[in-house]
């Protein structure tokens, strides 16, 4: 079985300053990871994904995400907050030997505050 | 514009009375999925379709149905709605050929049964 955990239901950070959203997961084989944000009131938007490469991973909006087979984690990170990042984020995770390319598992969301 | 839409958006409802939430997509994608977002529970997946016809259960499928006679469209049925399904209900649609990777969400269904 797949799962992904969260463990801050929220993080506050001061414009302009780095962030960090953490995510770890759990799966039997090599896994697909995703990232996604979802805006008062709107849908999830996808962010960014790690399929295989590079362990760094670029994704929309100046974030990126680092992948870290060992410690199983794929943390989101951006260099400097803006106020406008703040939302909810969600970390997916999907096993890819399943064959199920449907079958994503969210993780319980992490609230991201920046504040002036 | 490529988009998922869902209808309704917000809808009050009585215990047992049958409704449908339906979703559409028109990025001719193969993959569809109906989830639902509850506080501290993050989003969990009821139901998923590979293509038209094809159907599978997810986390959380009791209470609901499904069906996909048409790729465009994955309607999510509540036979006899209990108050526990009262939740936030988002339908997500992704392509085969990008490998089912990035799923792209509708606006969100909030119900509300009573």
Known sequence: ?116 | EAQVTQNPRYLITVTGKKLTVTCSQNMNHEYMSWYRQDPGLGLRQIYYSMNVEVTDKGDVPEGYKVSRKEKRNFPLILESPSPNQTSLYFCASSSQLAGGHEQFFGPGTRLTVL
Do not use: M
């Open chain 1, 1 to 116: 079985a797949q799962s992904v955990a969260q463990p801050e239901d929220q993080v506050n950070v001061a414009e302009g300053n780095p962030l960090t959203v953490k995510c770890t997961y759990s799966v039997s084989g090599n896994p697909y990871l995703f990232w996604y944000v979802q805006y008062p009131n709107r849908g999830l938007q996808f962010l960014l994904k790690y399929i295989t490469g590079d362990n760094l991973v670029k994704g929309s909006y100046g974030f990126e995400a680092e992948f870290n087979k060992s410690q199983t984690s794929f943390h989101l990170k951006k260099p400097s907050a803006l106020v406008s990042d703040s939302a909810l984020y969600f970390c997916a995770v999907r096993d890819p030997s399943t064959g199920t390319a449907s079958k994503l598992t969210f993780g319980t969301g992490t609230r991201l505050q920046v504040t002036l």
